[in-house]
């Protein structure tokens, strides 16, 4: 069984508050779900900070979802 470990995704945050680095934080995350799919990993950990607040903007919670 295959097993994925991410960590310290911190979707919705605005590195240097630029919306560049936001994004880059979105495809990191995307990329890594994708990942995911391809291989058929059966179980995913994910530990600590999906998002960057504790009120994550609309956009960093859809891309969670």
């Keep these: ?3 994925a470990h991410i960590s310290d995704t ?5 590195q ?3 919306d560049e680095r936001e994004i880059d934080f979105y495809e990191a ?5 994708d ?3 391809r291989e058929h990993v059966k179980v995913v950990v994910h530990t600590g900070d999906l998002f960057e607040n504790p009120r994550p903007p609309v ?3 859809y891309v969670a979802k």
């Design 29 to 33: 995350f995307e990329e890594a779900v």
């Design 35 to 37: 990942t995911i799919l």
């Design 16 to 18: 240097y508050n630029m």
């Design 10 to 14: 911190h979707l919705g945050y605005r």
């Design 59 to 61: 956009k960093a919670l």
């Design 1 to 3: 069984m295959l097993i």
